[in-house]
Nanobody
Framework: QVQLVESGGGSVQAGGSLRLSCAAS????????MGWLRQAPGKEREAVAY????????SYADSVKGRFTISLDNAENTLYLQMNSLKPEDTAMYFC?????????WGQGTQVTVSS
């Protein structure tokens, strides 16, 4: 079955950086979109970033543009999210997603906490 395993979450001070990783297995990258979603208590689920097969295209939520970068290493079957200039409002559970509609399959999530 499709497996998505996130890592790299943790606690960081505002203005700091983290890089999230997602190891993917059980499917081909051909014609598959991957991305990151985040969910915080009391807030709406937010699509953070998406990327097409072999980095053919990428899109970002307005709230993270200029600060976050999504990338895909096809050789290692790994998706990344580089998170710079982190803000307290970035605090959330971050999920790696994949599938023909980008979010058909979800990982277990990794917690990101940003303090002032």
């Amino acid at each position: 079955q499709v497996q998505l395993v996130e890592s790299g979450g943790g606690s960081v001070q505002a203005g700091g950086s983290l890089r999230l990783s997602c190891a993917a297995s059980g499917y081909t990258f051909s014609n598959v979109c991957m991305g990151w979603l985040r969910q915080a208590p009391g807030k709406e689920r937010e699509a953070v970033a998406y990327i097409g097969h072999r980095s053919s295209s990428a899109s970002y939520a307005d709230s993270v543009k200029g600060r976050f970068t999504i990338s895909l290493d096809n050789a290692e079957n790994t998706l990344y999210l580089q998170m710079n200039s982190l803000k307290p409002e970035d605090t959330a559970m971050y999920f790696c997603t994949a599938g023909p509609g980008c979010s058909n399959y979800w990982g277990q999530g990794t917690q990101v906490t940003v303090s002032s």
